[in-house]
Structure formats: structure tokens, C-alpha cells
């Protein structure tokens, strides 16, 4: 690599000192960690080392405002490394995160919980620290599409692409932020592989000869004091009133209609040896979502606060050898693994690839699952293993492995090849890629960030045993309850909004009765009849594809006639969203 990359080892803080100030165009920091070597160390409040804290700056200084940085390393330090990267500013520069990518790379053995193959790679740009204005993200996403891949045993596309199939670039699909298409290597260092050097190159074409890999030699991670989380104080246009918290002894199989924070604080004093056994949270993500009873647009250090407080709570009231997961964006996520890091043992960093909607230059596909447990008992993982699951099969509770990644997820081909005896499998690692999240209306309540039961029945199973306990601090559309029930297992969920509260309790009554008519365990929904439109978004994007290829140009507005002009306000909210569909029309 060293005709894409320049290479400086760094052992201290003085490795960059003849290097120019603010002329690097890429800068990639492979971070110091041996694969596995803290992935189960003890709960231990770290920060960075003085001398990685400096290499951030000198990394900071010698790259060009707009130029981008990127931070490679395992998902347990790279957390700190994140946190401490977007809390860097000097008198004149900051970092704008922009992605955690998570590469699927390492399939080492698994040490009693999941394959640890997943490995961060952090990207920010840097910025001014006073204009407003940021600059152009240079990152040349186009320049490394991933071939189409066809199923193994149907032979379509390995992505389901439904109605959406005329929307397929020929060159291959876009990059997310979940790389699975590298090929798979045991990792003997903490040095990012040739694969991950080479694809870095080509998104940064325009900084040939200006890119710098800073291999770092000395320690990462250095300790700290764990301070109490920061006082929490609601201002007025924040705070939500929650209803008065009387609790004298949990009740299992309730739905509570209180704040979580206070809730968790009361469990805590009756239960000071704890009683979940699995707690898991998916949190409002500060994103302005229409939540009928919190605001979703809290200021970042009063959304983190807060975020500790209900974090502290459920490592609290947790068993000893319970479990705790978190679902979150990346860039909150690493926020709390810094802070899990002081309290409970990191296990995994799971990247759950739930490609939604494609939005910006690389596509954001990954939620980021973190998994640790309470020390001072031994937790539960039932996980029956490739070797077990061949000779045993899928019965019994314990989580089945996935299917192979060569195959595709489509309900025709999964029975038809299955039953042919075409079931080859592989562990369940640290990246998720087999779990969808709700794609129809039809199975979707009025939420907007509803899970998927599968995500939900997978954890439970594989960290609960029949009767535990699960707790839920952010209910939503019931998820968890639901899941905790089907499977056996009792649950206490919490939510401050009412409705909520009230519809998930509608549905458990519903799955109640369901269960009792037809043996079934299910939530009962009814079926939802759409009208077909004379006209559909299909339509619509094929016409505009063909515009293109007779303007040989990509159409604006002002091409457009005034019934297609109509028919897009229908269906998009602007224009725009409909026109950038038609590109791939010149691709064709």
C-alpha cells in the first residue's frame, strides 16, 4: 500500500512533529488493540492516553479543512476514540462525525459468546471551529459500488427488491455503512487490512499522493475516576409530566405508565441486589421524531445526561450475570459504551444491518446493539453453534444459527430450498445482517422507530431462560412485552407517553385471547386493503428514467410536463426526490 498510503509509526506524541500543518488531503489511524484482548475485561472506567489524545490533534492539524479522518480499531476503544474525537476542538478546527462503518472482516473463533468479526472504522471531516457553513464532504462514494450478487440457491438478486427493481445501477449497489463484500481474513494486528486501504483509496481519489496511515505502537487507553452522572435538570419547553410513581413492589407482566428514570431509581432502593435478569432499551435518538409525550430534539449534552441516568438505572437494578443491550445510532451509541465501559462487562458492539431508506453519500445502514453483561454471576447464552445445529436442528429455545449470506431472504426460496435439504448455515458473529426492519405498513403500529419481533425473540432467547424477567424503559409499540411472552418469559415495561401504554396493553389482552381460540401466540392484525393507483411511483420513476436517456442529461423541473409536474406532488414531497431516481436512466 505504500503507493495509496504514506506510513508513520507512531509511538508518541511527537511522530508528526516535521509533518506540515493542514496539507493532507486523508488520514487513517490505526489504533492500538490486540482483536479480543479486552472484548470481556472486568468494568474498568478508561479514557484515551495522553500520547493518543495527542496523535488526534496531530492528526487533526496536518489534514486540510474539508479533508476527512478516519479511526480503525475494535469497537470497544474505538468508542472512546469516537467520543474523544468529537469533543476535540482547537483554537481554529473540529471534527464533524460523519460515519461508524462496520466492517465485517475477522471470522475468529467464537469465546463463549458471538464471533467477534465486526471492526470500526470511524470517518469525520474537519471543520472550522467558527464559520457556520461546512464544506463539501469529498468522500467519492460512487467510486466503489459492490457487485450485484445473485442468490445461490433461486438465483435472483441476493436483495429483495420487490417493485423497486428498475431502480438497480448497473454498476452494483451503493456503499452503506456496513462493509460485508471484503474478504474475510483472520486479523493477527490491529493494522487496517490491504482491502480496507485500497477501498479507502478510491473513495479519496483526490488526495493521490496526500494520504497518511499514522499505525499507532504505544498503549490506547489509559484510566480514569468514574464521576456520577451529571444532575439532570428538564427546562421548561423539555420536561414532560409523568404521572406519580407509588411503588411499593414490582409486579411482573405489567405495563407501567411512569418516567423511567425515577421508575429505575425507585426498583433500585427496593431491590438493591437487583432483579432483571436482561434489560434492553431503544431510546428516543434525539432526531426530532413526532413522539406524542417527549421531546425528541433535546440539546446534546442534555440528551447524554439524561441518557446516563436511565443507563446507571438498568446497570443497577440488572442480576448479577444479566444482560443489558442498547440499540442506538452510532454516534450516541459510542457515548454510552464509554460509560457502560465503567459499569458492566463489554461484550459486543453488534452492527445490526438495517438498511432503510438510501440517504446520503454512503448509505446509513447500521444501528449500533451494544451487549454487556453484570458481573458476579455467569450469564446465560443460548446459542446452539453450526456443529449442533447441523446434527440437532433448529428445536428447542436456544438461537439457531443464520442462514449463509449466499442466500437470499425471500419467503419462496426459504422453504423451497430447505426443503430440498439446502441449509447451509454460519455463526451468529457480531453483524447482523439476516433481521429486517418493518417494511409494511401493515405490520407496523403507530410508531415511528417500531422494532421488529424477530430482533427482539433472538435477544431474549439468547440471554433469558423460561420465567426470567425482562425489562423495557422505553415501550413504544410493546416489542418487547410482546416477544417476553411468546417465549415464555415474564416483563416489566415502562413508557411516559399514555397511548403507548394503552396500545400495548391492548395488544398483549389481543395476543391473550388469540392464543386461546387457535393455540397461536400472535398479535392478531387485520389485513389492509390498498387501492390500486392508476398511476404508481413505479410508473412514475420509469418515465422519468427514459427522460433522461432522451435528454441524455439527467431532467430538471423545467423538462417535465405539467401531468408528470402533477403526478409527482402526489407522491414525493418535492420534486427532488422524484428527479435523482431518474439518473439511472443514463446508466442503463
Known amino acids: 500500500m505504500h503507493d495509496l498510503w504514506q506510513t508513520i509509526e507512531c509511538q508518541n506524541r511527537h511522530a508528526l512533529a516535521g509533518e506540515t500543518s493542514a496539507g493532507r488531503g486523508a488520514v487513517l489511524i490505526s489504533t492500538r488493540s490486540e482483536p479480543g484482548a479486552t472484548r470481556n475485561a472486568a468494568p474498568h472506567a478508561e479514557q484515551l492516553s495522553a500520547d493518543s489524545q495527542a496523535l488526534l490533534r496531530e492528526a487533526v492539524r496536518v489534514l486540510r479543512f474539508g479533508a476527512l479522518l478516519f479511526i480503525y480499531g475494535a469497537p470497544r476503544e474505538l468508542a472512546l476514540w469516537g467520543r474523544s474525537a468529537e469533543r476535540l476542538a482547537t483554537a481554529d478546527a473540529r471534527l464533524l462525525f460523519k460515519y461508524w462503518i462496520a466492517l465485517d472482516l475477522d471470522p475468529a473463533c467464537r469465546d463463549g459468546f458471538l464471533q467477534p468479526a465486526h471492526r470500526g472504522l470511524l470517518l469525520f471531516q474537519k471543520v472550522s471551529a467558527h464559520r457556520k457553513t461546512r464544506p463539501p464532504f469529498p468522500l467519492q462514494a460512487a467510486a466503489a459500488r459492490v457487485p450485484h450478487q445473485s442468490c445461490a440457491a433461486c438465483g435472483r438478486t441476493l436483495k429483495d427488491w420487490g417493485g423497486k427493481r428498475h431502480l438497480m445501477h448497473p454498476q452494483g449497489a451503493a456503499l452503506s455503512d456496513v462493509w460485508r463484500d471484503l474478504s474475510p481474513q483472520h486479523l493477527a494486528d490491529s493494522v487496517a ?41 428538564l427546562t421548561a419547553d423539555t420536561a414532560v409530566p409523568a404521572p406519580p410513581l407509588r411503588l411499593r413492589k414490582l409486579e411482573r407482566n405489567r405495563v407501567y405508565h411512569a418516567d423511567c428514570v425515577a421508575f429505575l431509581e425507585r426498583v433500585a432502593r427496593l431491590y438493591p441486589e437487583g432483579i432483571f435478569d436482561m434489560v434492553f432499551a431503544d431510546p428516543p435518538y434525539n432526531l426530532e421524531k413526532n413522539y406524542a409525550a417527549y421531546a425528541d430534539d433535546l440539546a446534546e449534552r442534555h440528551y447524554l445526561a439524561w441518557c446516563e ?10 442480576k448479577p450475570g444479566g444482560s443489558l443491550f442498547v440499540l442506538n445510532l452510532p454516534r450516541w451509541a459510542m457515548y454510552h459504551a464509554a460509560f457502560l465501559h465503567a459499569h458492566l462487562t463489554f461484550r459486543h458492539w453488534i452492527a445490526w444491518d438495517a438498511l432503510s431508506e438510501p440517504r446520503g453519500r454512503l448509505m446509513p445502514a447500521h444501528y449500533a446493539l451494544l451487549y454487556y453483561t453484570k458481573p458476579g454471576g455467569k450469564p446465560v447464552f443460548n446459542y446452539r453453534g453450526v456443529g449442533r445445529a447441523i446434527k440437532e436442528g433448529d428445536a428447542g429455545d436456544a438461537v439457531a444459527p443464520p442462514d449463509a449470506p449466499q442466500y437470499c431472504l425471500r419467503a419462496g426460496c426459504l422453504r423451497d430450498r430447505k426443503a430440498r435439504g439446502d441449509d447451509a448455515r454460519v455463526e451468529l458473529s457480531d453483524v447482523w445482517f439476516d433481521v429486517h426492519r418493518i417494511k409494511h405498513k401493515r405490520d407496523r403500529d403507530a410508531h415511528p422507530c417500531q422494532l421488529p419481533e424477530k430482533l427482539m425473540e433472538r435477544l431474549i432467547r439468547l440471554t433469558t431462560r423460561p420465567g426470567d424477567l425482562v425489562f423495557d424503559p422505553f415501550c413504544g409499540a410493546g416489542t418487547t412485552a410482546i416477544a417476553a411472552r411468546k417465549l415464555g418469559r415474564d416483563f416489566v415495561v ?59 442529461r439527467a431532467p430538471t ?26 439518473r439511472i436512466g443514463l446508466s442503463s
Open 193 to 233: 487490512p490491504a482491502a480496507v486501504l485500497q477501498r479507502l483509496a478510491a473513495l479519496t481519489p483526490d488526495a493521490a499522493g496526500q494520504r497518511l496511515h499514522l499505525l499507532q505502537t504505544a498503549a490506547t487507553l489509559s484510566s480514569r475516576s468514574v464521576p456520577e452522572p451529571p444532575d439532570l435538570v
Open 557 to 582: 423541473e423545467a423538462d417535465l410536463s405539467p401531468e408528470l409536474l402533477r403526478q409527482i406532488a402526489l407522491r414525493y414531497p418535492y420534486p427532488g426526490a422524484a428527479l435523482k431516481r431518474a
Open 309 to 318: 441516568h436511565w443507563l446507571a438505572g438498568m446497570a443497577r437494578t440488572l
Open 494 to 552: 415502562v413508557d411516559l407517553d399514555a397511548d403507548y401504554v394503552r396500545l400495548t396493553r391492548e395488544k398483549l389482552v389481543a395476543m391473550a385471547r388469540g392464543q386461546a381460540a387457535s393455540g397461536v401466540a400472535a398479535v392478531p392484525r387485520a389485513r389492509v386493503a390498498r387501492p390500486r393507483k392508476a398511476v404508481s411511483k413505479r410508473d412514475v420513476e420509469l418515465a422519468l428514467q427514459q427522460l433522461a436517456r432522451d435528454l441524455g
